[in-house]
C-alpha cells in the first residue's frame, strides 16, 4: 500500500492547506472540554490531543450507530467481527480494546472479563456529547486509560418543553424509532428518552473456510429508554439523576463449548445478548466563591449472554454468562487560585464478575485519590497530576502526568506531555479457564507527545506526534506477557467553516507492535491496526438542504489467520458515503445516507464479514 500511503499523506497536507486558504467564518472557540483535566477549559485552552462530537454533529452525521460515527474521528479505529450490531473493538491510538477508557457521565462502563466496553449497546439518538481524549490519561482517569478516554454524556434537559421522534428504514431490513421528551421549568427538569432498532443483517462470518461459517442472515434487536431527573435546589445545589438501560440481541454464527448436542456451524442456532444498565447520581455543590465540589454516585451492570440451539427443534444446546456488576463513588474539589485550578479528589470503585465460567476471584476494589494544579497565563499554561492507586489484588501504584502549551502566537500554540500509566490484567486475561495466567502483572507505560495547533477565524489545524512505551505488554490473542510494546505515530487534522460549508480532515499514521523474546518473531504489529488512514468529511448547506460526503482510505493491516498458526496481510479500501438533510417543515426533516457507495468489499477481521452498499431514510420531528 505504498501508493495509498503516499496519496493519503499528499491529499492530507494539500487539502489542509487549501481550507486554511478559503476559511473566512468564525469556529465556536467558546466550546468547553471536561475530560482533557476533568474540569471544563476552552477548547482553545485545551493541552491534550481531543476531539468532540457534539448533538448537531451527532444528528446531521446520519449514523444508525455510535461505532460508524467513532469510525470517522482523528485517532481512532473501530474493528467490527461481522453484521451490524456484531461485537465491537476500539483501538484508539494503537492501543488494544481493554487499554481504552469509556466513560458515561463521568462512571466507568465495561467488562471486567473481557476487558472493554460493548460500545453498541448506547443508542446514538439519546447522547448529548461525545469527548475523546487521545493519549495516556491514567493519571487522569486510573487503570486502563492507556491509549485514551472516550467519555459520553447523554441528553440533558432543555428549558421550556421539548419533543421529538424518529423513524427510519433501511436495507437489509434496518427498522429504527425513537422518541423523547425533556422539560424543565424552575427548580426541576427531566429528560426521557425510548428507542428500537433491529435489522435483518448480513451474514456474520464471511469465509466459507471458517469452521463457524454458515450462510444465513445475522440480524438483531435493539432496545433502549434513559431519563433523567434534575433538581436546581438553590443557586449553590444540585442534584441530577440518570437513568440508562439498554439490550441488544444479535446472531452470530458459532458452534458452543462445550458441546453436548453435537452442534455444527450448519445446525447451530448461536445468539448473543447484551445488555447495559446505568445509575448515575451527582450533586454539585458551590461552597465558596472559589471551592466547587461534585460527588458522583454510579453503578452500572454490563451483560454478555450467549446462548445456543439446535435449528430443527429449538433444543437448549448451551449457554454462557459473563456480566460485570460495577459501583463508583467519586468525591472532586476544584479551588480556583486567581486563574489557576487545584483540584483534589477520593474515589472508590468495586468491579465484581457475575459468570457460569469458574473464576478463581471474581471482585476486584480500588480506591484511588488524584490531586492536580492547572497553571493558566496568558501566553502559556501547564497541568500538573499525581495519582495514587490501590488494587486490592495487586497493591499500589502511583502515576503522574505534566503538560504543558506555549502559544507563540494568538492563533499558533505548541504542546507536550509526559506521563505514566498502568494497567492491571482482566479476569479473563488471568482466571480463564485454560487461558488465564494467575502470575500475570499489570503493564506499565510512559508516554510522550508534542505537538501544534492553530486555532483561527475559521479553522483549527492539528499536528501531534506520540510515542507510548508499555512494559510487560500482554499480548490479546496469546496472553503471554512480552517484554515490550511501542505505540507510536502522529495525527493531523483540519476542520474549517467557510460559509455554509464546512471540511473534516484527519490522517493517522499507527505503527504499534510487540516485542518479545518468545515470539517466533521477536518484532510484531499489532493486529488489525491500519498503518494509515485518512478520513475527509464535506458538508455543504443549501438552505433547508445539506448535502454530505464522508472518505475513508485506508491501508492494509495485519491479522490472525484463521488456524492462528500464522497472519493474513487484509488489503486497504476505500469508503465513499454520501447523505442528504432536509427540513421539509419547519419542525421535520428528513435523512438520507448510502453508505458504501460504491459496494467495496473488505474486512476489518479476517474472515467476518462487512456490509456492503447500504441505504438508510430517516423521518424526524423535533419542537
Known amino acids: 500500500m505504498n501508493n495509498c500511503t503516499v496519496r493519503a499523506r499528499f491529499v492530507t497536507l494539500s487539502l489542509a492547506l487549501g481550507l486554511a486558504l478559503s476559511a473566512h467564518a468564525q469556529l465556536q472557540l467558546k466550546v468547553q472540554v471536561v475530560t482533557a483535566s476533568r474540569v471544563a477549559t476552552p477548547v482553545t485552552d485545551v493541552i ?52 481504552t477508557l469509556v466513560l458515561i457521565d463521568g462512571v466507568r462502563v465495561g467488562s471486567a472479563t473481557a476487558g472493554g466496553a460493548a460500545m453498541d449497546n448506547l443508542p446514538l439518538d439519546r447522547i448529548e456529547r461525545i469527548e475523546i481524549l487521545r493519549g495516556a490519561a491514567s493519571a487522569l482517569y486510573g487503570p486502563d486509560a492507556v491509549g485514551g478516554v472516550i467519555q459520553i ?14 423513524v427510519g428504514v433501511g436495507t437489509d431490513g434496518q427498522q429504527q424509532a ?29 469465509n466459507p473456510a471458517s469452521g463457524s461459517y454458515n450462510p ?17 435546589i438553590n443557586r449553590e445545589h444540585a442534584l441530577r439523576l440518570s437513568l440508562l438501560r439498554s439490550d441488544t440481541d444479535y446472531r452470530l454464527d458459532a458452534t458452543p463449548f462445550p458441546n453436548p448436542l453435537g452442534l455444527n456451524r450448519l445446525t447451530s442456532d448461536a445468539r448473543g445478548k447484551t445488555g447495559l444498565g446505568h445509575t448515575t447520581l451527582q450533586w454539585d455543590a458551590q461552597w465558596l466563591q472559589h471551592w466547587h465540589s461534585t460527588v458522583t454516585l454510579g453503578a452500572s451492570n454490563e451483560q454478555s449472554l450467549g446462548d445456543y440451539f439446535r435449528i430443527s427443534d429449538g433444543a437448549s444446546g448451551g449457554s454462557t454468562q459473563f456480566n460485570t456488576n460495577r459501583r463508583q463513588a467519586t468525591w472532586q474539589n476544584d479551588i ?53 492507586d490501590d488494587n486490592s489484588q495487586f497493591g499500589n501504584f502511583n502515576n503522574w502526568s505534566l503538560s504543558g502549551g506555549y502559544r507563540i502566537t494568538p492563533a499558533v500554540r505548541v504542546v507536550g506531555s509526559m506521563g505514566s500509566s498502568f494497567q492491571a490484567p482482566s479476569f479473563n486475561q488471568l482466571y480463564y479457564p485454560d487461558f488465564g495466567n494467575p502470575s500475570l502483572q499489570p503493564q506499565r507505560n510512559r508516554a510522550t507527545e508534542l505537538g501544534l495547533k492553530y486555532h483561527a477565524a475559521g479553522l483549527a489545524l492539528g499536528a501531534v506526534a506520540y510515542h507510548n512505551d508499555i512494559q510487560g505488554f500482554i499480548v490479546p490473542t496469546t496472553n503471554v506477557q512480552s517484554s515490550l510494546a ?48 485518512l478520513n475527509a468529511r464535506i458538508t455543504q448547506g443549501l438552505g433547508d438542504v445539506s448535502v454530505f460526503g464522508e472518505l475513508r482510505l485506508s491501508g492494509e493491516r495485519e491479522d490472525n489467520n484463521l488456524s492462528f498458526s500464522g497472519r493474513d496481510l487484509l488489503p486497504g479500501y476505500t469508503l465513499l458515503n454520501i ?7 419547519k419542525h421535520v426533516s428528513l435523512l438520507a445516507r448510502i453508505n458504501n457507495l460504491t459496494d467495496a468489499q473488505y474486512q476489518l477481521a479476517n474472515g467476518f464479514s462487512t456490509p456492503g452498499r447500504n441505504l438508510f431514510v430517516s423521518m424526524n420531528w423535533a419542537m
Open 48 to 99: 491534550a490531543d481531543v476531539s468532540i462530537i457534539d448533538r448537531t454533529q451527532i444528528e446531521l452525521a446520519g449514523q444508525s450507530s455510535i461505532r460508524d460515527l467513532l469510525a470517522q474521528q482523528a485517532g481512532v479505529q473501530i474493528v467490527s467481527s461481522g453484521s451490524y450490531r456484531s461485537n465491537t473493538a476500539i483501538f484508539l491510538r494503537g492501543a488494544v480494546t481493554s487499554q
Open 153 to 166: 454524556l447523554t441528553r440533558s434537559t432543555t428549558p421550556g418543553v421539548e419533543l421529538g421522534a424518529s
Open 216 to 232: 444465513d442472515d445475522d440480524g438483531f434487536d435493539a432496545a433502549s429508554a434513559d431519563f433523567r431527573l434534575s433538581a436546581q
Open 336 to 388: 480556583t487560585l486567581d486563574k489557576d485550578v487545584l483540584s483534589v479528589m477520593l474515589e472508590s470503585r468495586n468491579e465484581t464478575v457475575d459468570s457460569n465460567t469458574a473464576y478463581t476471584v471474581t471482585n476486584r476494589v480500588v480506591r484511588s485519590t488524584l490531586a492536580s494544579y492547572a497553571f493558566n497565563r496568558a501566553a502559556w499554561n501547564a497541568l500538573v497530576v499525581a495519582r495514587n
Open 579 to 585: 447523505g442528504v438533510n432536509w427540513k421539509l417543515l
Open 178 to 206: 425513537s422518541a423523547h421528551l425533556s422539560s424543565s421549568s424552575g427548580v426541576i427538569g427531566y429528560s426521557l428518552g425510548v428507542s428500537h432498532e433491529k435489522a435483518s443483517g448480513i451474514s456474520a462470518v464471511a
Open 486 to 533: 511501542v505505540l507510536r505515530g502522529f495525527t493531523l487534522t483540519a476542520d474549517v467553516q467557510a460559509g455554509d460549508t464546512s471540511y473534516s480532515l484527519s490522517y493517522d499514521y499507527a505503527d504499534p507492535r510487540s516485542y518479545s523474546t518468545f515470539a517466533s518473531s521477536n518484532d510484531l504489529r499489532l493486529v488489525r491496526v491500519a498503518r494509515n488512514l
